[in-house]
C-alpha cells in the first residue's frame, strides 16, 4: 500500500492496491485504501481519490484529470487549510 496525493484535487489519499482492487471503505481489513490508480488507454495512470473517481465520466481522459483539477482551484475545501 503506497501513501500519495490525488493527481486531482491533491490531497493525501492511501492507495490499497492496483487496478484489480476495488475500494475498501468501511471494511476492517486493516486498509484503508482511499484511492485507486487509474490507468487510460492512453498510457498514462492517475490516482485518484473516490471523490475525484466519481466526478470522472464513464471514459476518463487525461483532459478530465485536468478539468478536476482546475475546478478543484475554483471550488476547493481541501487546500491550503
Ligand atoms: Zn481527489
Redesign the pocket.
Known amino acids: 500500500m503506497a501513501r500519495d496525493s ?6 493525501p ?1 492511501s492507495v490499497a492496491g492496483g487496478m484489480e482492487n476495488v475500494w475498501t471503505f468501511g471494511q476492517d481489513d486493516g486498509s484503508d485504501g482511499t ?1 485507486m490508480t487509474l490507468e487510460f488507454e492512453d498510457g498514462t495512470s492517475h490516482m ?6 466519481a466526478a470522472l465520466p464513464d471514459e476518463p481522459t487525461d483532459d478530465d484529470v485536468e478539468r ?1 483539477e482546475r475546478v ?1 482551484e475554483e471550488t476547493s475545501t481541501l487546500g491550503a487549510r
Open positions: 490525488c493527481d486531482g484535487c491533491g490531497r489519499v484511492a485518484l481519490c473516490y471523490p475525484c473517481l478536476l478543484d
